[in-house]
Nanobody, 128 residues
Framework: QVQLVESGGGSVQAGGSLKLSCAVS?????????MAWFRQAPGKEREGVAA???????RYLDSVEGRFTISTDSAGFNLFLDLNSLKLEDTGMYYC?????????????????????WGQGTQVTVSS
């Protein structure tokens, strides 16, 4: 079981930036996991925003491509999401998630159903 704790959310005006962090429990061999950020707006389904594999490959939701950047630290104990040029529609609860490569089908995915370790979430609110 992977424990995940998000931080860094907040309120920002449109066009601004935020950096989200996710602390990953120690003792986990993250080389065997895919890591990702998801978000959920009120009344909407949870959607995958960005995902990263241990080899550094990434995948992004089309609407955030070029604005958001997912990364990890060299030790692999923290996951980050840089959010730039924020838009009103980026508002939502952002969740950090992890899945063992076998559970995720051995492919980097943004599908919530293929992730089985979740943090509690951190709120991002973008205003005009």
């Amino acid at each position: 079981q992977v424990q995940l704790v998000e931080s860094g959310g907040g309120s920002v005006q449109a066009g601004g930036s935020l950096k989200l962090s996710c602390a990953v429990s120690s003792g986990v061999d993250l080389s065997r996991y895919y890591m990702a950020w998801f978000r959920q707006a009120p009344g909407k389904e949870r959607e995958g925003v960005a995902a990263i594999a241990s080899d550094g490959s990434t995948r992004y939701l089309d609407s955030v491509e070029g604005r958001f950047t997912i990364s990890t630290d060299s030790a692999g104990f923290n996951l980050f999401l840089d959010l730039n040029s924020l838009k009103l529609e980026d508002t939502g609860m952002y969740y950090c998630a992890a899945t063992h490569r076998s559970f995720g089908g051995y492919r980097l995915t943004l599908s919530p159903s293929l992730y089985n370790n979740w943090g509690q979430g951190t709120q991002v609110t973008v205003s005009s």
